[in-house]
């Protein structure tokens, strides 16, 4: 069983990565992203990306972080 200290940066991380995601489609203008005033504008895109990279690093620590 996971330690509760190592799920909240698992779950943060999974939900920036999430954020991320749809921040990429938006920003690519991807037909199933929704509209907004992020569509078709490049810096989303790269918001996103960085965002997607952040969120799976930290699910990643989360995930390997030893516990005491």
Do not use: K
Not at 33 to 42: G, H, I, K, Y
């Amino acid at each position: 069983m996971l330690h509760p200290m190592r799920i909240v940066p698992i779950v943060l991380g999974a939900l920036l990565a999430v954020a991320g995601v749809v921040w990429i489609a938006q920003g690519l203008n991807l037909p199933f992203a929704p509209r907004s005033f992020m569509t078709r504008d490049l810096t989303w895109t790269l918001i996103g990306v960085v965002a997607l990279v952040a969120g799976l690093g930290l699910a990643a620590w989360g995930w390997r972080r030893p516990t005491r």
